[in-house]
């Protein structure tokens, strides 16, 4: 998951891992949002955006889909880089004849 871009498109890395943000939105689910919030030095507002985000994801959910990411990253990659090697080979084929 990518960290939430500011209003101009900006990405900034947030202090708390996507598993801890996960974590801190489960104590809020069971307690007070203003306690939980003051507790770990957030705003409430943060807890409502991580809520609309993640959801009801459970911190195992966030370290999965986070390997799927990069797994999906590196993929396209490979895919790029194959696209890259084969129009390299086509203008070398046409070339020669």
Do not use: C
């Not at 069971?30 to 985000?53: C, D, F, L, M």
């Amino acid at each position: 998951m990518m960290a939430p871009a500011d209003k101009e498109g900006v990405v900034r890395k947030s202090r708390f891992s996507e598993e801890k943000m996960v974590s801190i939105l489960r104590e809020a689910d069971r307690e007070p949002v203003g306690e939980v919030a003051k507790r770990h030095g957030i705003s409430e507002q943060t807890i409502y955006n991580w809520r609309r985000h993640f959801g009801s994801m459970d911190t195992a959910d966030v370290k999965k889909l986070r390997e799927l990411e990069q797994e999906n990253a590196r993929l396209k990659k490979m895919l790029a880089d194959r696209d890259l090697e084969i129009d390299v080979m086509k203008e070398i084929a046409a070339k020669k004849w």
